[in-house]
């Protein structure tokens, strides 16, 4: 998306700008900022298939917006599998990956932070126990 290209009359953008300057060139070719509205229209739409296929998903909420069976089959072979190969040097992710195997999610798991002594100086600094938690008690205790 960051590759450069040429537009018109020499004007290099990059990718991920052209539906925005698609949308300027129109609203300026019709003299009015209603020729824009269809590319606005066309980018939320976007956006908001974006967020409720990958984005909400991968957050832990339901996919809402599934395709129809039917175009499912015209796109896929027997088996499940795309007809159409996915570009060499592209990886393909629909959401969080699942571990296969308990040892597997043992691995992928954050370890956890290493606990220190009370009064050992790597557990003191100015900035300990002033974060959020911090802060929502001591207007808890004031109310």
Same mark, same amino acid.
């Not at 300027?24 to 229209?41: I, K, R, T």
């Not at 571990?99 to 932070?113: D, E, G, L, V, Y």
């Given at each position: 998306p960051m590759v450069p290209m040429e537009v018109q009359f020499g004007i290099k953008i990059e990718y991920w700008l052209l539906p925005? *300057?698609?949308? *300027? =060139?129109?609203?300026? @070719?019709? @003299? &009015?900022? +209603? %020729?824009? *509205?269809?590319? *606005?229209?066309g980018i939320l739409t976007g956006h908001v298939y974006h967020f409720f296929t990958c984005v909400w998903p991968s957050m832990g909420g339901k996919r809402y917006l599934t395709p129809p069976k039917a175009f499912k089959s015209m796109v896929e072979e027997e088996g499940g599998k795309k007809k159409a190969d996915k570009p060499k040097g592209v990886k393909v992710t629909t959401g969080a990956? #699942?571990? #296969? $195997?308990? +040892?597997?999610? !043992?691995?992928?798991?954050?370890?956890?932070?290493?606990?220190?002594? =009370?009064? $050992?100086?790597? %557990?003191? &600094?100015?900035?300990? %126990?002033?974060? !959020?938690? %911090?802060?929502?008690?001591? !207007? +808890? &205790?004031?109310?």
């Open positions: 925005y *300057v698609n949308a *300027v =060139v129109d609203a300026l @070719q019709a @003299q &009015s900022a +209603a %020729g824009a *509205v269809p590319h *606005v229209l990956a #699942k571990p #296969k $195997s308990k +040892a597997a999610a !043992k691995k992928a798991a954050p370890a956890a932070p290493k606990k220190t002594k =009370v009064g $050992s100086k790597a %557990g003191k &600094s100015k900035k300990a %126990g002033k974060g !959020k938690k %911090g802060k929502k008690s001591k !207007k +808890a &205790s004031k109310e």
